[in-house]
């Protein structure tokens, strides 16, 4: 049986002058095409689940393809897609079942929209897929393939997981290779996406699983750059010095998204350096109290970290680790001061890189469902703008324009060659002074 694997992942802003200016704000169009470009865990994990009887193929689908054009003939196909192109991963799948090939959807929309995607499947993977993938093929070899294969409320352990079938992917298409080391988050953002939707917990995969993926691809990329789609690395600390310390003799580079609390720990930063991190992904979200104040629900957790943001970004970049500061434009705790906020924060911090984004309401997310209580949502499934670089709701403090034109003006700023070369020239120049006073204390 042929099974195609396919990924719809050409995420792009749907704005037009961000499309326009796209040549002079590198952070915010290119960002989305280098999210794209990461190729599927989630199918290349299924894969490695799947039986050698099965004829598997794996396709980066970036946009629909013209008229009735298929990617490719097979007997079935599992499709995944962001929710910014949920509609042609549809338009897609109506495509393959008009031609008698079983579609099979799942991700994180379908997740939180079964019922939506069940008009364009046979079936429909809700929760983690190694749960329900499994049934999907015998069910598939038998002919009684069922609509929905439920997984939300079973605990799968990590432990089980396979290695993903990396050699599926064309090696010169990709300049980062995701590796996955642990899955869930500990706090509770009412804007995530991400995890919470597919599993409640947070769980660790064994260090050895997670160096057996890493070996994996050292056998057919000799220098890997990695990146670890955990949603909040290094949570569990000692876990974490464990990985790291295994991670260290297999000479790679690597990068991730993890919270605040990493500056704490002297160890775990320098387990980081030397296992070959190049640069973390920091959620600060805002630069002002009023706007931080219950975004995490949990226990305002990040709104409390506020105070530390300098000396924490300070101590982390001290150790020659970059912090690529991430905010969210248009909380409902902030107006039109945001902009400046975030420009004088990352003047002040010397962060090395920096990412904006708009707040964005995602399908399932807290967020969502209270923004559609109060009639803040622009339109009723208007997917396509969930591309976190275009605005889906009326903000509570400015308008829709002064959130849109503010997010153009910052970006121009921040990513101005200007303002690119001073961050990155500070950064080198404080690794410069630290080797030179290590130097220093050597000697003496």
């Keep these: 049986m042929k099974v195609g694997l396919i990924a719809m992942s050409g995420i792009r802003a749907q704005n037009p002058e961000l499309n326009a200016l796209g040549l002079t704000l590198p952070g915010v169009v290119e960002r989305s095409r280098a999210v794209a470009s990461l190729p599927s865990l989630g199918l290349l994990t299924i894969a490695g689940l799947t039986p050698d009887r099965f004829d598997i193929r794996y396709l980066d689908v970036p946009v629909l393809p013209e008229q009735d054009d298929l990617p490719g003939e097979f007997d079935a196909v599992a499709i995944s897609s962001f929710s910014a192109q949920i509609k042609e991963a549809y338009a897609l799948a109506d495509r393959y079942r008009s031609r008698g090939t079983k579609v099979i959807l799942g991700g994180l929309h379908v997740t939180a929209l079964p019922g939506e995607a069940l008009c364009h499947a046979d079936a429909t993977v809700l929760g983690e897929g190694e749960i329900g993938w499994p049934a999907v093929l015998r069910d598939l070899e038998s002919g009684q393939l069922r609509r929905v294969y439920d997984g939300r409320h079973i605990s799968f352990d990590l432990s089980d997981s396979p290695v993903p079938r990396y050699e599926l992917l064309d090696a010169h298409k990709y300049n980062r290779i995701t590796v996955q080391t642990q899955r869930g988050c500990p706090w509770a953002c009412d804007f995530c996406a991400a995890s919470p939707l597919l599993s409640a917990s947070y769980k660790l995969k064994p260090v050895d699983r997670v160096i057996a993926e890493i070996r994996r691809i050292r056998e057919l990329w000799p220098n890997p750059f990695i990146e670890f789609a955990d949603d909040n690395s290094f949570?569990?600390?000692?876990?974490?010095?464990?990985?790291?310390?295994?991670?260290?003799?297999?000479?790679?580079?690597?990068?991730?998204?993890?919270?605040?609390?990493?500056?704490?720990d002297p160890e775990l930063l320098a387990l980081m350096r030397d296992s070959g991190c190049v640069q973390v992904l920091i959620g600060l979200e805002a630069a002002s109290p009023a706007a931080l104040d219950g975004i995490e629900q949990r226990a305002n957790w990040k709104a409390r970290q506020l105070t530390r943001y300098l000396s924490a970004v300070d101590r982390i970049q001290n150790c020659g680790i970059a912090v690529n500061g991430c905010f969210i434009l248009g909380l409902d705790g902030s107006g039109p001061e945001c902009f400046d906020d975030v420009l004088r924060f990352v003047r002040d911090s010397g962060l090395y890189e920096v990412q904006i984004t708009i707040q964005t309401a995602f399908p399932g997310t807290p967020l969502y469902a209270r923004l559609k209580r109060e009639g803040r949502l622009l339109r009723d499934n208007a997917w396509e703008l969930?591309?976190?670089?275009?605005?889906?709701?009326?903000?509570?403090?400015?308008?829709?324009?002064?959130?849109?034109s503010g997010f153009r003006m910052l970006a121009a700023?921040?990513?101005?060659?200007?303002?690119?070369?001073?961050?990155?020239?500070?950064?080198?120049?404080?690794?410069?002074?630290?080797?030179?006073?290590?130097?220093?204390?050597?000697?003496?």
């Excluded at 569990?236 to 790679?252: D, G, M, P, T």
């Design 235 to 264: 949570v569990n600390k000692s876990h974490s010095k464990r990985l790291l310390r295994a991670l260290a003799a297999e000479q790679i580079r690597w990068f991730t998204e993890t919270d605040l609390s990493v500056a704490d």
């Design 386 to 404: 969930c591309t976190l670089f275009d605005v889906n709701f009326r903000p509570a403090r400015m308008s829709v324009a002064e959130l849109e």
């Design 413 to 444: 700023t921040l990513y101005s060659d200007e303002c690119i070369r001073e961050r990155r020239l500070r950064f080198l120049s404080r690794l410069r002074a630290n080797r030179e006073r290590a130097g220093g204390s050597e000697r003496q």
